[in-house]
């Protein structure tokens, strides 16, 4: 059986379509930098959106699907040099949150590939168009050893038992190796769909397609599999894997997601249709990978740098660059010049568009045309800069290597690796990379300790926390003299500038009487108008000036109960004993300001709506954005948040007083005062009162009144713990701007369904009850032209021994047309019928119908004769003894296998 030729765009679309028809959402593909999820970079699989839904914290979704853009750095090393893999790569999906289960799963996933419903391919698809019709016969299946309930499912279908093979939990559990090692929490087996070229069964050219993962138990503490309440259907099929099956080539990448850039490259390289070598052939693949992660990367907003997601980014174009000049054979010192194509430093922006153009049919286009300049000035830039230390940088590591090699010593040491990653830019990956062209390796443990190392000296110096910057490291009280009391230390409430004395001047290592430009530095002064980083609000930002200098003051934080602010020095010199002028950034004061008020009003409206056992757990107020956390052992319901949501903008509307008081804790607490539990409080504590309704233990700054807060907008509500939610909101500005998008779209959908904006849901409602009625008008009339139909078929039936043998060619009708007609022809007949409907889809696709009236059950069995004549449609069937369906892939041969059932009928007949 020949495979259709499908572009990827297509088999996007199908697979969405397909899960669509079965009741899913579909949902479109989340950002590659996951929002409000810091466990992970990047998200690496299509469930990480759906992480709420899995966890039961969102129930307006019971089944979904979508292709979700992925990133995976973890196999780095492999990518180029095995067919599939990738490190940015599209992944397609269906998930369900306690709704179907297992049977669903494998059912849907085998007729999606196959356009049946068995291995048999008897039972056709009711989507035919949607489903890709690959051979089963090539497709075999791995299972958990222990899941006995995958097992009989896959045999139902009908899948031989030596195509079902059953792996440990290291290869069909997820995570890997849950049972025995955790993590905790909920877990479950896996069945995996592979496809093999020469239909054989776990060979090497098998090609894993979809894991269905089935996530059915939280595993406890004590290593047992606890069953969920409602388990969970969670699944992943590689886009680019499916599209090398049904394009019939041996690699991805020479599938249409990947062959368009792989030609530009050979185009840059002048090598077009020209034999390669496997180093360049692997390079080159490599090369067309990683543009494709730089591109989207960049789209979604993010720059190189050397943390975090910025450093995975910068690696993969530095990574990809040097490739590329291997490629080209460009010596490090060399500058690629294409002849009319601009820069002579730069080779991945030539690719740029190439990838735009590959992702056409994409949902991401638009996006990516968007953003177009954007990626285009990151990727030249960060070029340009890569350009300038490669050589120097590439000379040190040749040296580097003959002076190991001249010693027999075949490993570069990671001291070595760090140095040129800290002074040249060099990527560890991309040291290892020609390391290993070398017939070398790289102590990658060495590199790992120098490089904490220094990040242990730079926080010192840039983030005043961890190790070498403890209290205990600073000795803050010993090392500064005459410092007043922390609580005159602060006199930011009444003030953003003050004059204090530089009292103590910390560069990271240790304490110093100066500091001159550029250095980063830590500085405490006498006074302060600066708000420390405490009570869940972030510090304060501004400037500090001196006589002979001046300074950007980027975070201030309390140490040993002493102000510290992070500083860099813009130009001049700071000296101990100087008198500076501190100066508050005061706008960004008010924003924070404004975030801790709407705390207080959040915390009060919490209260109110689910009463005084909502107890604050902890926040974080930020520039315009504040995040809660309370005790409360059930969700905010939707109607409660937009209760709370109001009650906060009301209070803002109505412009109540903010006022502080300082009293002794007791009478605070007498007088009603909240105070956050855990918290450590002094004997005079200051109250943040708002009108008559809150009163708060607080520390932090307000505004003047509620109206400053401006909008209040709550954007998320979730657990973290057992017994305590979260709530971010958006605040001022940025709570205007979010809600000003939102009408935006409301808008929109209404003039889409032209309808007042009041209307939308009633318009939505009437839009799917008109698709409903239309649904069930298509199926009467189908229903009526079969009655007509059958008076007309029933006439033209042939007599054997007193019974009524009604068959019929039916042209392009699929097996719920006929087994319709077959069931108005039965209601025909009433007693002593036979029918047999064929009909041909196309000149390989055959379905044949076969039924009987119940009083001949017991001398003709419409599954037996069936399965007798598919055979000669190059097909096979069977089913009950009134009804039976079949398929077949040779329409000639309908005539024979039609002409077959009468002689086998009227045997039957006879002997009866």
Same mark, same amino acid.
């Given at each position: ?15 969405? /379509? ?47 699907? @979508? ?49 049946? /419903? ?25 299972? !958990? ?48 769909? !592979? ?9 090497? &050219? ?23 309440? &409602? ?103 060399? &500058? ?57 940088? /590439? ?25 040129? !990653? ?42 005043? @926390? ?12 010993? %090392? ?150 309370? @005790? ?60 008559? !309704? ?24 979730? @657990? ?14 940025? %709570? ?85 007609? %077959? ?75 039609? &002409? ?7 045997? %039957?007949?006879?002997?009866?």
């Amino acid at each position: 059986m020949t495979i259709p030729m499908i572009k990827s765009a297509e088999l996007r679309e199908r697979y969405l /379509t397909f899960f669509e028809a079965h009741g899913h959402t579909r949902v479109p593909s989340d950002s590659l930098i996951p929002s409000g999820d810091p466990t992970v970079l990047f998200t690496s699989a299509g469930m990480n959106q759906f992480k709420d839904y899995f966890l039961g914290k969102r129930t307006d979704l019971k089944r979904a699907t @979508s292709c979700q853009k992925c990133l995976r750095t973890g196999d780095l090393d492999r990518v180029g040099k095995t067919p599939s893999h990738h490190s940015f790569f599209e992944m397609l999906g269906n998930f369900s949150f306690g709704d179907y289960f297992k049977a669903e799963a494998i059912q849907w996933a085998w007729e999606f590939l196959t356009g049946t /419903t068995n291995f048999a391919g008897t039972q056709r698809s009711t989507h035919p168009d949607l489903c890709l019709k690959l051979p089963a016969a090539k497709l075999w299946v791995s299972i !958990y050893e222990d899941d006995e309930e995958a097992f009989k499912l896959w045999r139902a279908l009908g899948v031989p038992e030596d195509r079902i093979k059953r792996f440990g939990q290291a290869d069909n559990f997820w995570p890997a190796n849950a049972p025995k090692e955790g993590p905790n929490g909920p877990c479950g087996p896996c069945s995996e769909i !592979y496809y093999d070229p020469d239909g054989a069964v776990h060979t090497p &050219k098998s090609v894993e397609i979809w894991n269905l993962v089935f996530t059915q138990f939280d595993r406890q503490p004590d290593g047992s599999l606890k069953p969920l309440p &409602k388990p969970n259907i969670d699944t992943g099929m590689g886009l680019e894997r499916l599209t090398r099956v049904l394009q019939g080539v041996e690699t991805d990448y020479k599938t249409d997601l990947f062959a368009p850039i792989v030609h530009a490259i050979e185009d840059l390289a002048k090598k077009r249709g020209q034999e390669r070598t496997e180093t360049e052939r692997r390079a080159v693949y490599a090369i067309a990978d990683h543009v494709r992660a730089i591109v989207f990367l960049i789209a979604e907003g993010l720059l190189p740098s050397n943390e975090s997601r910025g450093y995975i980014l910068r690696m993969l174009i530095r990574r990809a660059h040097r490739l590329g000049r291997s490629v080209l054979g460009l010596r490090p010192e060399e &500058k690629f010049k294409p002849m009319g194509r601009g820069s002579a430093h730069v080779i991945l922006v030539h690719l740029l568009d190439d990838v735009r153009a590959v992702m056409a049919g994409s949902p991401y286009h638009e996006e990516l045309v968007a953003r177009r300049d954007v990626i285009q000035d990151v990727v030249h830039q960060e070029e340009t800069q890569f350009v300038e230390t490669l050589a120097s940088g /590439t000379s040190r590591l040749e040296e580097l290597i003959e002076k190991l090699r001249a010693s027999n010593r075949s490993v570069i040491p990671g001291e070595e690796a760090f140095k040129l !990653y800290d002074t040249f830019g060099f990527p560890f990956e991309l040291t290892a990379d020609i390391a290993e062209e070398r017939g070398f390796t790289v102590d990658h443990a060495g590199f790992e300790a120098a490089l904490k190392a220094q990040q242990e000296r730079s926080r010192a110096a840039s983030q005043f @926390s961890g190790g070498v910057f403890v209290a205990d490291t600073l000795q803050i009280r010993s %090392a500064v003299s005459s410092l007043p009391p922390k609580e005159q230390q602060f006199v930011g409430y009444d003030g953003l500038e003050s004059d204090a004395g530089l009292k103590g001047i910390w560069d990271g290592t240790q304490w110093v009487t100066k500091a001159s430009e550029g250095q980063s530095v830590g500085l405490v002064l006498d006074r302060s108008p600066f708000y420390g980083e405490a009570g869940g609000q972030i510090g304060d930002t501004g400037h500090v000036n001196g006589p002979r200098g001046e300074a950007v003051v980027e975070q201030t934080s309390w140490v040993d109960e002493v102000l510290l602010h992070r500083a860099t020095i813009q130009h001049g010199t700071f000296s101990v004993q100087e008198t500076v002028r501190a100066m508050v950034d005061r706008e960004r004061r008010l924003k924070v300001a404004r975030s801790h008020t709407a705390t207080h009003l959040l915390h009060w409206a919490l209260r109110k709506v689910l009463g005084p056992d909502a107890v604050q757990a902890g926040s974080y107020v930020d520039v315009e954005r504040v995040r809660f956390d309370f @005790s409360s052992l059930k969700p905010l319901q939707e109607e409660q948040r937009y209760e709370v949501e109001a009650l906060v903008n009301r209070r803002v509307r109505l412009v109540d007083e903010v006022h502080t008081e300082k009293m002794k804790l007791e009478e605070a607490k007498r007088d009603g005062a909240l105070a956050l539990f855990g918290e450590k409080y002094g004997g005079t504590v200051r109250v943040v009162n708002i009108g008559d !309704y809150s009163k708060e233990l607080c520390g932090g700054t307000h505004v003047a009144h509620t109206g400053f807060v401006g909008t209040f907008m709550i954007v998320a509500e979730s @657990s973290i713990a057992a017994g305590t939610r979260r709530v971010e909101a958006l605040v001022g500005d940025a %709570a205007a701007a979010e809600l000003s998008q939102h009408q935006r779209l409301l808008h929109d959908a209404a003039k889409r369904l032209s309808r007042p904006v009041q209307d939308v849901v009633l318009g939505l409602e009437e839009l799917l009850e008109q698709l409903k009625r239309s649904e069930h008008a298509r199926k009467a009339l189908q229903l009526e032209l079969a009655k007509v139909e059958a008076s007309r078929l029933v006439a033209e039936g042939k007599r054997i021994n007193g019974v009524t043998f009604v068959t019929s060619t039916i042209k392009q009708a699929d097996r719920e047309v006929l087994a319709i007609l %077959a069931d108005a022809i039965k209601t025909s007949l009433q007693r002593a019928g036979v029918v047999l409907l064929a009909s041909s889809e196309g000149p390989t696709q055959v379905s044949l119908v076969m039924a009987t009236t119940s009083d001949l059950t017991t001398r003709l069995h419409a599954g037996q004769l069936l399965k007798a004549v598919a055979p000669l449609a190059k097909g096979s069937g069977g089913g009950r003894p009134e009804f039976a369906q079949a398929g077949g892939k040779d329409p000639s041969g309908i005539p024979a296998a039609l &002409k077959r059932a009468e002689e086998l009928v009227r045997e %039957a007949l006879e002997r009866s």
